[in-house]
C-alpha cells in the first residue's frame, strides 16, 4: 500500500504546485506569507476533523515533540512560496524536490550508511543540475536588468529559495524517518501501530494552524493588511491539494521512507508538464536540458532502492 500512497502524494503535491504559482503575486511583498495562512488553515481543518472522528486518543503533548519535524516542512514551504513569486514553476521545483538526495547525504554522513553505484551517479546528476541552472540564471541577470524587469532583477537571490527549501525539507524528511520507522523507537506518546501515522500528521496539521493564526494576526493587526477571501482561491486550492498529499504522506513514508522520499520527490515532473500546459512557461533549451537531468537523478535515485 505504501507505492500507492507515494504516488497519490506525488500527483497532489504535483497539481499544488500549479495552484501555488498561480497564487504567487510578485507584487505583494506578503504573498507567500498568505499562502501559508492558507495551507496552514486547510490542514488545521483537517487536523480538527480527524480528532473529532477518528478515535487515535491524541496526546497534545506530541504538538512539542514532533515540532522538530513540523518546523523543518513549515518553513521550507514557506520560503519555496516566496521563490515562486520570481521563478518559474519549471526551475523551481525541480530543484526543490531534489531533496530526497540531500536526505540521502544526511542518512550517508550521519548514520553512516553505504551507497551504491546508481545512488552515486544520481546524486551527481542532480548537484551538476542545480549548479547549472544557477549559472544560466546569472548569465541572464545582464539582460533582465537591462529591461528593468522587478520580477528577474532579484532573479539569483530568489533562486537560493529552493535550494534553501530542498535542504530544509530534507532535513524534515531524514527527521521524520526516526519518528515514523517503528512503534517500538517513535518517541511520539500514546501510539499504536493504527495510529502512529495520524498522529504524527495531525501534529503537523495542528502546528501548521497555529502558524497560520499567528500569521493572520500579523497581517491583519500589525501590518493593516486586507485580506481579500476571493482572491484565496488559488491558495485554497493549493491547500487542499497539499493536505491531500500530506494525508498520504506519512503513510507513504512509514511503509518504506528510503524508497518513498525520492519517488515523491519527482512529483516536479508532474509539477513541469502542468507548467507548460496552462501557465505556458518557456525556458531556454539549455534549461530544459539541464532540469531533465536534474529529474533523471532523481528517478534514478528511486530506482536504487527498489
Known amino acids: 500500500m505504501w507505492f500507492i500512497f507515494a504516488l497519490i502524494t506525488l500527483l497532489s503535491w504535483g497539481i499544488a504546485d500549479l495552484f501555488y504559482k498561480k497564487g504567487a503575486d510578485e507584487n505583494d511583498k506578503y504573498s507567500h506569507l498568505k499562502t501559508s495562512m492558507m495551507v496552514g488553515l486547510v490542514m488545521g481543518i483537517h487536523a480538527i476533523c480527524m480528532l473529532i472522528f477518528t478515535d487515535m486518543g491524541y496526546d497534545f503533548t506530541n504538538i512539542l515533540i514532533y515540532l522538530p519535524v513540523s518546523a523543518m516542512y513549515i518553513i ?13 514553476l519549471s526551475i523551481s521545483s525541480p530543484i526543490q524536490n531534489s531533496s530526497g538526495a540531500v536526505a540521502c547525504l544526511l542518512c550517508l554522513v550521519i548514520l553512516k550508511q553505504t551507497i551504491d553505484t546508481v545512488s552515486a551517479v544520481a546524486i551527481i546528476c542532480i548537484s551538476i543540475g542545480i549548479f547549472m541552472l544557477g549559472v544560466l540564471e ?7 536588468e537591462e529591461l528593468n524587469n522587478k520580477k528577474y532583477k532579484i532573479g539569483l537571490v530568489a533562486f537560493m529559495m529552493p535550494i ?11 527527521f521524520d524517518a526516526y519518528y515514523l520507522d517503528s512503534i ?13 501515522e495520524n498522529v504524527a500528521n495531525t501534529s503537523y496539521e ?9 500569521i493572520f494576526v500579523f497581517l491583519k493587526f500589525i501590518r493593516k493588511e486586507k485580506i481579500v477571501v476571493k482572491e484565496q482561491k488559488s491558495r485554497v486550492g493549493a491547500a487542499m491539494f497539499e493536505t491531500l498529499g500530506q494525508f498520504t504522506y506519512v503513510y507513504a513514508m512509514s511503509g518504506m521512507a ?19 500546459i496552462f501557465l505556458k512557461e518557456k525556458l531556454s533549451k539549455k534549461q ?6 536534474v529529474m533523471i537523478g532523481i528517478i534514478l535515485l528511486g530506482i536504487s532502492d527498489v
Do not use: W
Open 258 to 276: 528510503t524508497v518513498a522520499a525520492p519517488m515523491i520527490a519527482a512529483y516536479s515532473i508532474v509539477s513541469v508538464i502542468l507548467s507548460r
Open 206 to 214: 495542528l502546528t501548521f494552524l497555529i502558524c497560520a493564526v499567528l
Open 164 to 174: 534553501i527549501y530542498c535542504i530544509v525539507d530534507a532535513l524534515g524528511t531524514f
Open 184 to 196: 517500538e523507537l517513535t518517541p511520539l506518546k500514546n501510539v499504536t501501530e493504527a495510529t502512529l
Open 288 to 293: 530544459y536540458l539541464v532540469i531533465g537531468l
Open 76 to 88: 521550507s514551504m514557506t520560503v519555496g512560496y516566496f521563490g515562486l513569486r520570481y521563478l518559474e
Open 138 to 144: 546569472k548569465s541572464k541577470q545582464k539582460e533582465y
